[in-house]
Structures are given as structure tokens and as C-alpha cells.
């Protein structure tokens, strides 16, 4: 994926030099350029991102993946995820935070949010990180926020996928309790699928118990994004 990334960053730098030297993109306003480029780079992100999706499953990173809007208006939301995620690491530290295209993708481990064995129900531990994404959650309201559950290879495929649903719900009615707007979350038990570590150790495994969160903008959030970038 890395690689990935820096290959797009090279095509994305090279696509703005070319546009930008075009008689034809010289000849229009700002906001028509950015609106060209966002389109095609949008493109290009689709293309390469979503080939490593192929491969690598369809949790939260498919799920940022799949909101793309482009243009200026996909700039103007992307602007505002910036803004979300550097809050979601300043208010919880050694979260895993991505920004991706339009969105974020967010992985929280054992370490910062877990539960009881073999059960959905949090620790002490987990209330107390998930307290501090509340307000963050808050301030950015027009956000579309899906929790993947997932669990380690041990145990029966079905039991798993079912803890995994489980322990989603749990992080999301926490959420809600906290005063978050339930029509905001969707919830998915991934099981013991898309693991991000080796399934044999003990380490591996620990890694891949974990709670992933995609964070998109909603309809309300594309609309006024739409409309700043018309004027």
C-alpha cells in the first residue's frame, strides 16, 4: 500500500504540471481547473487504491475509498477531514490514523479499545479512549462513521463473525450513549477477515482483535461542499 501511495503521489504531481501547462486548462478560471484535476486525480485514486482493496478486502479503507465525491468540492471535504483527523490523534495518541482520499480511516487496537474475553462487552480501558472521541465525533456532526469489528483466526468462522458484529454494536451503542445521533453509524462484523498481522503468534493475533472506523462525509457535508466551491 505504501508503495502505492508514493506511485500515486508521483502521478498526481505529474497530472498537475501536465494540466497546468495545457493551453486549454490555462484558459479557464480556478475553479474549473480544480474541479478538471480533482475529477481526474479522483480517478487515479479510485484506480490504484481500489486495486489494493481487490486484494485486500472490504473494510473501513473500501468503505473511505468508495465515498469519493472529487472535483473542488472533494477538496473542500478533504480540507475538513484533515482538520477531523489531526483532532482524532491529538485527542487519543497512538491511534492509527489514515487519511485517505475524502475520509478517514481509523484502526483502533487492544491497546486502545478491547474487550472481555471471548465477550462484546468493553473494558474500563476502551470507555475511557472511546470518551475521547467523543467530542471530536461531535464537533464534526456531518460525518457517516461504519465500525468494522474484527477477531483472530481462533475459534469457529461463524463465532467469530459474530463476536465481531457484536463487539461493533457495543463500540457504537457506547457512542450513542455518549450523545452521538445513531443514524450516523453502520455496523459490520468482519470476523477473523482482512488480518493485518500473522494469525500463528500471539502478537499477530492481538493485532488483528481490533475495531476499524471509516468516516465519510454525509449527504449534507457534500452538499455544502458542493456549494463552497461554486462561489
Do not use: H, W
Request: glycine share 12%.
Amino acid at each position: 500500500m505504501k508503495k502505492s501511495i508514493l506511485i500515486l503521489t508521483a502521478i498526481s504531481i505529474s497530472l498537475l504540471v501536465s494540466l497546468n501547462s495545457c493551453n486549454a486548462v490555462k484558459n479557464t478560471n480556478k475553479t474549473q481547473r480544480g474541479a478538471t484535476i480533482g475529477a481526474v486525480g479522483g480517478a487515479i485514486i479510485g484506480g490504484v487504491l481500489g486495486n489494493n482493496i481487490g486484494k485486500g478486502g472490504n473494510g473501513a479503507l473500501g468503505a473511505v475509498i468508495g465515498g469519493v465525491v472529487g472535483g473542488v468540492a472533494g477538496g473542500v471535504i478533504g480540507n475538513k477531514m484533515d482538520k477531523q483527523a489531526r483532532e482524532i490523534e491529538t485527542a487519543l495518541p497512538g491511534a492509527e490514523v489514515k487519511r485517505v482520499g475524502e475520509g478517514i480511516q481509523l484502526v483502533l487496537g487492544e491497546s486502545s479499545v478491547n474487550f472481555d474475553f471471548n465477550k462484546a462487552t468493553l473494558t474500563a480501558l476502551a470507555k475511557q479512549n472511546l470518551d475521547k472521541l467523543v467530542p471530536v465525533f461531535k464537533d464534526y456532526a456531518d460525518t457517516d462513521i461504519t465500525i468494522f469489528g474484527y477477531t483472530d483466526s481462533k475459534g469457529a468462522d461463524e463465532y467469530n463473525l459474530n463476536l465481531s458484529q457484536q463487539r461493533a454494536t457495543s463500540v457504537k451503542n457506547y457512542m450513542t450513549q455518549k450523545g452521538i445521533s445513531s443514524s450516523r453509524f453502520v455496523i459490520k462484523g468482519m470476523g477473523e477477515a482482512d488480518p493485518i498481522a500473522d494469525n500463528e503468534t500471539d502478537a499477530g493475533r492481538s493485532k488483528n482483535r481490533r475495531v476499524e472506523f471509516a468516516i465519510v462525509a454525509n449527504e449534507k457535508m457534500i452538499e455544502d461542499a458542493k456549494n463552497e466551491s461554486q462561489k
